[in-house]
Nanobody, 124 residues
């Protein structure tokens, strides 16, 4: 059974850092494009970052570029999202998602498997 479990969310002050984890079971992460998405109350879901299975290339949205980094630890079957210089507007529920293994690049991939989400709150 394919399962993704996010962890690492919490409350942090502006300018602080958090590292989110996305642990997979039932499949091998490095064969799949993995994306991080977020959704704030009253807003549409937004793609944040992703990592391709083909060549490990990454993509970061303009709102997080230079502050967030996505990485993959194949030995742990886990993808991470390192978030630095956090801002109040980063407050949202963060989800990780995986494609079916049929995407060459992660950007624009169709994500079929989703985790339950983890809350990130940036506030003083």
């Amino acid at each position: 059974q394919v399962q993704l479990v996010e962890s690492g969310g919490g409350l942090v002050q502006p300018g602080g850092s958090l590292r989110l984890s996305c642990a997979a079971s039932g499949f091998t992460l490095d064969y799949h494009a993995i994306g991080w998405f977020r959704q704030a109350p009253g807003k549409e879901r937004e793609g944040v970052s992703c990592i391709s299975s083909s060549d490990g290339s990454t993509y970061h949205g303009d709102s997080v570029k230079g502050r967030f980094t996505i990485s993959r630890d194949n030995a742990k079957n886990t993808v991470y999202l390192q978030m630095n210089s956090l801002k109040p507007e980063d407050t949202a529920v963060y989800y990780c998602a995986a494609d079916r293994g049929n995407s060459y690049y992660c950007f624009g991939a169709e994500y079929d498997y989703w985790g339950q989400g983890t809350q990130v709150t940036v506030s003083s």
